[in-house]
Each structure stands twice: as structure tokens, then as C-alpha cells.
């Protein structure tokens, strides 16, 4: 927390045992390397950024970030954040500011301290975030992250640049101890379950490959993503995706379209599939398994349970 430390003197004071003298020295030097500002990171782009004092107003423009500021206790210094942001439930008495194309008069208008961007803007928008800049609002890129440790990084970084080291940290600690837990667990898995993920609905039927959330979660918990064999977001048919007989499927659209799971089950030429036979077909909340954030364990618990419940729902 940035805060400064006044020392005066007067004729009596001057007076007082050098002992007193030296005691209060010394607890203003310890006072002055504790202080967390002004701090000096790097951000997803690699470039060295200082943050003088500590940001009072924050604008997020991913519900990634947002949702991290929260966890780390920071979620009173938020004046707006994007319309995708949802969670928590605070974050809709917030300004919005647009989604991947910013209101950016809005958020010079708000004049934040602190502005959690991504690289997409930084990629797209870099007239922008130099506007920001130049209006004396501090800027710090998020990498997109697409693994648990990236994601700790990420938290790790908004900790930093928010004065919330220690909370960020705490909230890394409980994240992995949480996997570690569900990985534990996950070993009395004796006959490995093969899982189809889809992230978008028919006609153009997306998956998810290595390198995603998705695959690193199914791991977790000892199934086999079957297309594992593939990298980041893959399209398929449904010809190819009937020959892998998956046993369980999870589909990960059900905000957006009605009865995911219901649309998955009355497929035609898929009556033959394992989990069609047994109805093995599950939606899960997008948000808890693709959005890089402390809730990526409630997805990771959720699939485990819906996957191997004989094992999870002891």
C-alpha cells in the first residue's frame, strides 16, 4: 500500500536518548522497503512497466481480469469493465466499456489510475492504449494465457500492479492445492474414460485440442481428451468425431444455444457412440472452463464429477 511517513522534530525532541532517536530511524527505513510502491513489472509483452503509487480506480476490459481483481480483493477499485464481464455479481452495477472495440471516450472520461488490458488491444489498438498513456492512466498487458501456470502469472501480475501481492498469492496457493487435491483424488480412477469436448454446435463443430484448458483439465482428472492429438481449437465433422467413440461428451455452448445436451442426444448416424448409448452427454458453465481465472477449479471439480462421479461424489 502506498502511503509516506512524516518525521518532525522540535526543541523537546531534539532532546530525547539516542536510543529513541536510532528506534524511530530504523522503523522508517524498514517502513520505506516495505512500502510495494512505486513497483516495476513486466508485462505480457515483455515490456518493463513502473507504477508510481497505487492505482485507487481500474478499468477491465476481459472478465479474465476482472474476475482476478475480485479474487485478490480489489474489486472495490473497479469504476468499468467490459460488457462481457458477468462475474461476480457486483460487476453489473459497473460502467461498461465495450468489448474488443473499446469506448474509449467513456474511459478517459472515468480517468482510471490502472487499465488491465489484453493483446489483443496491444496487437490492434496501440493508438489507443497511447491515449490512455498520455492521459496519465498506467497501462499493464495480460498475456493470454492458455495454461495453469500462465494463469498464476497472470494473477501474480495483477497482484502486483494493484498492491495485492500477498492476496494474488494466497489465491495461487489455494488453486493449486485445490488441483493437487482433485490430481490425488483422480489416481483411484482405474479404466480411463475417453471425452469428447465440444465448444461449438453443429453444423461447424468445434473441439479442444492440446494447449487448452480444456485438455490440461481432462488430464487432471485421468480421462483422455480424444482429440488430444490435435492442437488449440480444432474443427471436425461429424463423421470424424462418431469414429472416436467417446464415452462421455461434454458441450460447453449451452448460453447461447437451447438444449445443448438434448441436441447432442438426437443426432442422427451417432446411436452407435458409448456416451449417446448410456446418455453420457453433460453441458458445463463456458466460463468455468475456458475463462483464465480462479474459477477454472470449479471447472476442473465439475467435469471430474460428471466424468467419474463413482470417484468424485464420495
Known sequence: MMFTIGCGTDSVQQEKDSSTTT????????????????????????????????????????????EITYAIGQGEKLVAVDEYSNYPE???????????????????ALQPDLALVTEY????????????KEAGTDVIVINSAESFDQVYQS?????????????AEQVVTEMKESLEEIREKA?????????????????DIFTTGKN????????????????????????????EIVTLNPDVII??????VENPTEGVLSRAGWDEVPAIKQEQVFDVNNDTVTRPGPRLIDGVETLAKLIYPDVFEK
Open 121 to 132: 488491444q496491444h496487437d490492434n489498438n496501440r493508438d489507443v492504449l497511447t491515449q490512455f
Open 155 to 167: 494473477i501474480a501480475l495483477i497482484g502486483k500492479v494493484t498492491g495485492a501481492s500477498e492476496e
Open 187 to 203: 489416481k483411484a480412477v482405474t479404466e480411463k474414460k475417453k471425452v469428447w469436448v465440444e465448444v461449438s454446435p453443429s453444423p
Open 90 to 108: 457486483e460487476t453489473a452495477e459497473l460502467e461498461k466499456i465495450g468489448g474488443q472495440q473499446l469506448n474509449v471516450e467513456k474511459i478517459l
Open 251 to 256: 458441450t460447453t455452448y449451452g448460453y447461447y
Open 212 to 239: 487448452t484448458f480444456m485438455h490440461e483439465m481432462l488430464e487432471s482428472i485421468n480421462a483422455i481428451n480424444t482429440a488430444g492429438d490435435q492442437t488449440g481449437w480444432v474443427k471436425m465433422t461429424e463423421e
Open 23 to 66: 528506534e524511530n530511524t530504523e522503523d522508517a527505513s524498514t517502513t520505506e522497503v516495505d512500502a510495494p510502491f512505486p513497483v516495476t513489472v513486466t508485462d505480457g509483452t515483455g515490456e518493463e512497466v513502473t507504477i508510481e503509487s497505487e492505482p485507487k480506480t481500474i478499468v477491465s476490459v476481459i472478465p479474465s481480469n476482472t
